[in-house]
Nanobody
Framework: VQLQASGGGLVQAGGSLRLSCAAS????????MGWFRQAPGKEREFVSA????????YYADSVKGRFTISRDNAKNTVYLQMNSLKPEDTAVYYC?????????????????WGQGTLVTVLQ
């Protein structure tokens, strides 16, 4: 599967952005999807994940209550709605996929990665 992330940009603190990740292929509904981010000089970290059926969403503590992950299997797309953005959310955001009925929260558990989209939150 190929993944294409989009929706990043420049936003003021407190603002919102919605990231999208479009996947190729007919079996998107069989994949768990994740969002990760990597800030300059830091390791890539888990942000959020969603099961193939959307029954089961998971969030890093740092984004819980502010970010919402969702998916539309008919459109082969997963979304990350980001509200109340903070400067510390500034990073390149990556979507990832793994064909599984389960869900995974670690970077190394994902097989496919998008190219990343940059989110910059201004103070």
């Amino acid at each position: 599967v190929q993944l294409q992330a989009s929706g990043g940009g420049l936003v003021q603190a407190g603002g919102s952005l919605r990231l999208s990740c479009a996947a190729s292929g007919r079996t998107f509904s069989m994949y768990a999807m994740g969002w990760f981010r990597q800030a300059p000089g830091k390791e890539r970290e888990f942000v959020s994940a969603i099961r193939w059926s959307s029954v089961g969403t998971y969030y890093a503590d740092s984004v819980k209550g502010r970010f919402t992950i969702s998916r539309d299997n008919a459109k082969n797309t997963v979304y990350l709605q980001m509200n109340s953005l903070k400067p510390e959310d500034t990073a390149v955001y990556y979507c990832a996929a793994r064909r599984t009925m389960s869900v995974y929260l670690k970077r190394n558990d994902y097989d496919y990665w998008g190219q990343g989209t940059l989110v910059t939150v201004l103070q």
